[in-house]
């Protein structure tokens, strides 16, 4: 059996922004403090290597939705893949989501998207942003470089639809102190690369070496539960695969476990689907806290 969620607190506005003063000042003390180890060095020319490619759609149809925080959306997008794009990570450094992107603003020309508080969703300046970091993410765990911090809303909002990865696949974010933090423990230099197209997010992930091992993600231990308050719960584990070029299991590692409120009625049909898509199935989220 697993452990029970608690049910969700509701804090005041007033202890809300205290708590987003506070860890925000520590997170910013801790990009000063360790400015040097944090990666800033781009270059336009492509490392000759790829380790992993991957794309996600941009516009996605959700039940009660409007389409218009879709398209605005991809204006965040646009903006916010110009900051990381061409990012080197040089062996010990850190690549950090927040750090290169900075504080979403209409100043910088970010505009109202879709954003998640508290479970149900609304609009906010910047919204839709970690459909960047689910890419990232995903990326990142099919390659040697290490994720040292990550976040997942503590919600699971919409019904499985079309579902292509694992729940619990992306990486949410919320400035600045919900980050996405990648390390490169490699003797190599690593390349990010993202691109916004006509259709879709597009990623790819390139070094100085060949890859020496392929990677696959599988999930374990799968289940949801009815909770004591009454609601329900779902929990699942990522495990990352390392094979050898000739396919041999050289290793396998638990690098995530999920648990989240559901907001929705388990075991739901397709026709009773609160959504005709689920945006983080497949690392396509428009979620953004």
């Known amino acids: 059996m697993l452990e029970p969620v608690q049910q969700p607190l509701h804090r005041s506005p007033l202890r809300r922004k205290c708590g987003m003063l506070y860890y925000g000042a520590l997170r910013k003390l801790l990009w000063l403090r360790k400015r040097k180890l944090f990666a800033k060095t781009r270059t336009e020319k492509d490392l000759p290597y790829v380790h992993y490619q991957h794309r996600t759609i941009l516009l996605r149809r959700l039940k009660d939705v409007d389409m218009w925080l879709q398209y605005n959306k991809i204006t965040n997008l646009k903006i916010a893949a110009a900051c990381i794009h061409n990012i080197m990570i040089r062996p010990g450094e850190v690549f950090s989501y927040w750090y290169l992107i900075g504080k979403p603003t209409r100043r910088k020309g970010y505009v109202e998207g879709m954003i998640l508080r508290d479970g149900k969703c609304c609009s906010g300046v910047g919204g839709g942003l970690c459909q960047l970091s689910n890419l990232l993410f995903w990326m990142t765990v099919h390659t040697p470089l290490m994720v040292v911090e990550r976040h997942r809303h503590g919600y699971d909002v919409f019904p499985d639809s079309n579902r292509t990865q694992p729940f619990g696949s992306g990486a949410t974010c919320f400035y600045p102190h919900g ?111």
Not at 180 to 188: A, D, G, R
Request: aromatic share 10%; hydrophobic share 30%.
């Open 179 to 289: 980050d996405l933090m990648i390390y490169n423990p490699t003797q190599e230099t690593f390349q990010i690369r993202v691109a916004v197209g006509e259709k879709y997010l597009m990623g790819e992930i390139r070094s100085t070496a060949a890859p020496a091992c392929r990677y696959e993600i599988e999930e374990r231990c799968h289940t949801m539960q009815s909770e004591f308050w009454g609601g329900y719960s779902r929990h699942n584990e990522l495990w990352q695969l390392q094979y050898d070029l000739d396919g041999n299991l050289l290793s396998e590692s638990c690098i995530v476990k999920n648990s989240a409120i559901m907001m929705y009625e388990p075991f739901l049909t397709d026709s009773g689907s609160a959504a005709t898509d689920t945006p983080d199935a497949d690392g396509e989220s428009s979620q953004k806290m």
